[in-house]
């Protein structure tokens, strides 16, 4: 299996694995639903999701250097320019505390694939924890910035 099929595998589950329990919630730019993936912002597309890192192939956490575990979550991040459906690079910061307001450690890095390109950025979190992440997405030609935030529930039992 190839590095593109496989992120794009990683990439399926990642989205079904975002849509969790029913107690997960999205709060992004207005039109979008509670449980969203993606935000419409004018000419691109930002897909979100969080995931823990134990749901990944060993295989694809080694290739990216991700550890593994029940107790890491992984935050990935893509922006798609929705006139011809194609990846775009991006400035992308990520801002993520939990329910009592304490700062998580989040620092993406990118990652270019034959056809993709993704951000991703790991932390530690807690049993039932919740976690509020604030994503700031600047495409690539674009002269500002769009504010995306979602909350994702993980659980490590």
Known sequence: MTITR????????????????????????????????????????????AQSTDQLPPEIARAYDILRSKNRAMLNVSVIRKADQTPVTAVVKVKTVNLTGQLKNVTMRQIDEQDAIYYIGETAVANRETLVFDISVMPEGEAQATDVRFKRQFFTD
């Open 6 to 49: 496989t992120l794009v595998s990683l990439s399926l589950l990642a989205l079904v694995a975002a849509c969790g329990r029913p107690d997960d919630t999205a709060d992004v730019p207005e039109a979008q639903p509670a449980g969203a993936t993606s935000a419409d912002i004018g000419a691109h597309v930002i897909h979100f999701s």
